[in-house]
């Protein structure tokens, strides 16, 4: 069974910090990779996502993502938070051909102005 | 166009009564997927349906619990004999059936308390 490991249980930065979240995986096959965002009251959104391709993804907000297969990893980042980039982050992943999403336990980032 | 709709957002019950959530997908979209939130955890997988179909419930407890997806209306989740254990966040998400892999879409979910 695949699992989902967010190692970050609670970020606090300050604004204009650097941001890494990090988003490693278990599984041997072929997966897709997600991150979802869930802002203070509000539902899930979805950031960005990994099909194939290119490993790096940019997602909204000036998010981006990069999979590296031989970690197993999916690290979210961006240079430069905003306070507006306080919220709950949550990585996810599914098998090729599985439409069930697997997620980690999330992140919770706090910035501070 | 409207988002995910779950209703209700809260919903508390008493041990061994009946709770029905229900999740009106986005426009177009005949996919509907549900997962559970338990405190402190990730959410988990429950059930996977489309039209009329359950496509993959291996999620799903396997006693007092069952979902629907009819031809018209929402989608139902259905716990029946509640307990406390029960008590979580509830999430709905729908997905468009283009091709694979589909990008879900998350409601607002459903609180349940469990008294």
């Known amino acids: 069974a695949q699992s989902v490991s967010q190692h970050n249980h609670h970020v606090i930065l300050s604004e204009a910090a650097s941001l890494e979240l990090g988003c490693n995986y278990s599984y041997g096959g072929t997966v897709n990779l997600f991150w979802y965002v869930q802002y203070p009251g509000q539902h899930l959104q979805l950031l960005l996502k990994?099909?194939?391709?290119?490993?790096l993804v940019k997602g909204i907000k000036g998010f981006e993502a990069e999979f590296i297969k031989s970690k197993f990893s999916f690290n979210l980042r961006k240079p430069s938070v905003q306070w507006s980039d306080t919220a709950e982050y949550f990585c996810?992943?599914?098998?090729?051909?599985?439409?069930?999403?697997?997620f980690g336990t999330g992140t919770r980032l706090t910035i501070i102005p | 166009n409207a988002g995910v709709m779950q209703n209700p957002r809260h919903l508390v019950r008493r041990r061994g009564q009946e709770a029905r959530l229900r999740c009106s997908p986005m426009k177009g979209h005949s996919h509907v997927y549900w997962y559970r939130q338990l405190p402190e955890e990730g959410l988990k997988f429950m059930v996977y349906l489309q039209k009329e179909n359950i496509i993959d419930e291996s999620g799903m407890p396997k006693e007092r619990f069952s979902a629907e997806f009819p031809k018209e209306g929402p989608s139902i989740l259905r716990i029946q004999q509640v307990v406390r254990g029960d008590s979580a966040a509830y999430f709905c998400a729908s997905s468009l059936p283009t091709r694979a892999p589909y990008e879900q879409y998350f409601g607002p979910g459903t609180r349940l308390t469990v008294t």
């Open positions: 990994y099909f194939s391709g290119d490993p």
């Open positions: 996810a992943v599914n098998a090729a051909g599985n439409e069930k999403l697997t």
